[in-house]
């Protein structure tokens, strides 16, 4: 979807007859969702004018940014403790590099960043995290394989407090949203955090792959019912053509895409914003 599917979309229907049934096949392909879908078609069946591709590809566009949001919630410190950003995923979406771009992220932008590596479960995955500390320069609270997530979570809480830390970035092990057992174990370190911060952790970050489509809308559905996220991390999208996915995650769940990963170099990460999205659609 994100690179390049508005065009293809005059590119199929220019020069003949827009199909309905052809169009909203090509909609629901590009995982925009069937509602986002549906009230595309509904917008463009309603219109008097003759439908064209460009019409076609007119109406999307202003439908998309009306589901968007004009602005991209930034990530700011709090005034005087730590904020907690707890990232959160399935396995394989990229979420231990997505933790270590946001920490490089902040760290360009001048603040100060601790990790906690609250993965013990994942082969290795303490080791990975503890490499892209040492890369993007900032300090690691690590524990034992198999150790308690939440206590690694709260032990790292103390520590950016005595070091008046600005920012606490938790990786998270990578779960499927389907286990109930595992999603309460992410209920039990958001309810440890609240021990030293009744508001921690401040926000809540999925992060999902685009080429998955469909499959990150549902995951973004049970995390959020699991967890109460603040905001999604889309990886992949440097050649997917699948992010429609972001659209019908807004549209669906109300949550909004904060991040958009775009390759695997340390700044390969970048705030979501909506117009220059759906331009590149184009």
Request: some cysteine; proline content about 3%; overall charge neutral.
């Amino acid at each position: 979807m994100a690179l390049g599917f508005f065009q293809s979309l005059i590119q199929k229907f220019t020069g003949r007859p827009v199909d309905w049934d052809e169009l909203e096949e090509a909609l629901i392909r590009s995982d925009l969702g069937v509602p986002m879908t549906q009230r595309i078609l509904k917008e463009l069946q309603a219109r008097e004018e003759k439908m064209t591709a460009e019409s076609v590809v007119t109406v999307a566009r202003e439908e998309i940014l009306k589901v968007l949001p004009r602005d991209t919630l930034a990530l700011r410190p709090l005034a005087t403790k730590t904020k907690v950003i707890l990232v959160v995923g399935v396995n394989g979406t990229g979420k231990t590099t997505s933790t270590a771009k946001l920490a490089a992220f902040l760290k360009s932008k001048g603040h100060s960043v601790l990790l906690a590596a609250a993965d013990t479960f994942r082969a290795a995955a303490i080791e990975q995290l503890g490499v892209w500390a040492e890369r993007v320069g900032c300090g690691i609270v690590q524990g034992q394989y198999n150790g308690d997530p939440a206590a690694i979570c709260y032990d790292a809480y103390q520590r950016a407090e005595r070091e008046n830390i600005e920012f606490l970035i938790c990786d998270t092990a990578g779960r499927l949203h389907t286990k109930t057992n595992l999603m309460g174990e992410l209920a039990k370190v958001k309810r440890i955090l609240t021990r030293a911060d009744p508001a921690a952790p401040h926000e809540t970050l999925l992060v999902v792959d685009a080429t998955t489509g469909g499959n990150a809308l549902r995951q973004a559905k049970e995390f959020h019912e699991a967890t109460g996220l603040t905001g999604v991390i889309v990886t992949k999208l440097d050649g997917s053509g699948k992010g429609g996915v972001v659209i019908a995650i807004q549209n669906e769940t109300g949550i909004p895409t904060r991040f958009i990963g775009t390759g695997e170099k340390l700044e390969d990460l970048a705030f979501f914003e909506s117009r220059v999205f759906v331009e590149k659609m184009l």
